[in-house]
């Protein structure tokens, strides 16, 4: 793994350019997902404009006092940053509430690391900030959601390359089929080692309800990294030690995790952003195209779930959902409303917000 751009050329090209250690892989992928997800919504609302679904802003211009006309796509940057702002700070909220004993142990590092983030948290509140900034633009904020769905989906599959590339933690549950040797290697192993790894090295691995979560699955007729990594130089330095030494990113988990983060960039780059662009051009009625990636998000999201060590709600008695399914499964009803819901096709007359 590479931490930052630093860690990554000395790595990979043996070259050491200090500068860029203070360049994080995770925030250069976020944002070469701010910066794909502004190309396409910058270019659905040129399209949208020249259907006449959405129209432009009458502004006065300070130099010449002529009215001019601001369209929607030259305002992507600003519709960028208030997303941006508004979805940092959701997702640290989020997150906050989901791991509420540890924030509160120290809730002022909490706020500031660069860990700690919850995608769900910053959807939800750059959507609120988003609404009102639509108003203030004379942008039908129905049309900017449909316009930003399939950029939505797109973003959050390069973001995710991010976690995986940096080995943040957004990793699943142990694949007891692979166990890291003191080098850092991946071996492939039996349950009988993989149990020995525990004992081992139990203190450095994820409990859940005092067990270790683990599937055993070893890559028969598929390359070993689709289904087991230990994440090795971890950005988090979480882990056993590589060759016992404890130094700053020298560190790998003690048995193989399946890389769920790379499954949602393929998920979401190579198959739900296709089908959301190939449906932008079919759906009229305003929101559909959101209520679609509200469903394909939500699905996604909570199957993987499934395979991930996350923080559990424990007041839905024998149900011990994450906050991301709870989540994913509103949104997943939110979705089939929207799609689903009877109201005539918009006309470029209608456009409102």
Excluded at 8 to 24: E, N, S, T
Excluded at 292 to 313: A, D, P, S
Aim: net charge positive.
């Amino acid at each position: 793994m590479y931490p930052n751009l630093g860690f990554f050329f000395d790595h990979v090209f043996g070259i050491d350019i200090p500068f860029l250690k203070y360049a994080q892989t995770f925030g250069f992928f976020v944002a070469m997902a701010f910066l794909a997800g502004a190309w396409v919504i910058s270019n659905e609302l040129k399209r949208k404009a020249a259907l006449g679904l959405v129209q432009p802003q009458i502004k006065t211009d300070k130099k010449t006092g002529k009215k001019v006309e601001v369209y929607p796509h030259q305002r992507v940057a600003d519709i960028i940053f208030v997303a941006a702002i508004a979805g940092f700070a959701g997702a640290k909220i989020f997150n906050a509430l989901e791991t509420w004993d540890q924030f509160i142990q120290d809730p002022i590092d909490s706020l500031f690391s660069r860990s700690g983030l919850t995608f769900y948290g910053g959807l939800i509140m750059a959507t609120a900030a988003l609404y009102f900034f639509a108003k203030r633009i004379n942008l039908s904020f129905k049309q900017l959601c449909d316009a930003a769905a399939p950029a939505l989906i797109l973003a959050y599959g390069i973001g995710r390359l991010g976690c995986h590339f940096s080995g943040d933690g957004d990793w699943g549950v142990y694949n007891s089929a692979y166990v890291t040797q003191a080098d850092g290697t991946l071996v492939s192993a039996t349950m009988e080692d993989f149990n020995n790894t525990v004992k081992l090295h139990g203190a450095d691995m994820d409990h859940f309800d005092g067990k270790v979560p683990n599937i055993y699955y070893p890559a028969n007729g598929i390359p070993r990294w689709m289904v087991a990594m230990n994440y090795a130089h971890n950005v988090n330095n979480e882990g056993m030690a590589i060759n016992g030494e404890k130094k700053e990113y020298n560190f790998a988990l003690p048995a193989a995790v399946f890389p769920t983060s790379v499954w949602e960039f393929a998920a979401c780059v190579l198959i739900l952003f296709p089908i959301l662009m190939s449906l932008r051009k079919r759906l009229h009625r305003p929101l559909q195209l959101f209520g679609v990636y509200l469903i394909f998000n939500g699905i996604e999201r909570f199957l993987v779930e499934k395979i991930r060590v996350n923080t559990r709600i424990d007041w839905m008695g024998s149900l011990q959902p994450t906050q991301a399914e709870v989540i994913s499964t509103c949104l997943i009803i939110a979705g089939a409303i929207l799609l689903f819901r009877t109201s005539k096709k918009i006309t470029p007359a209608q456009v409102s917000n």
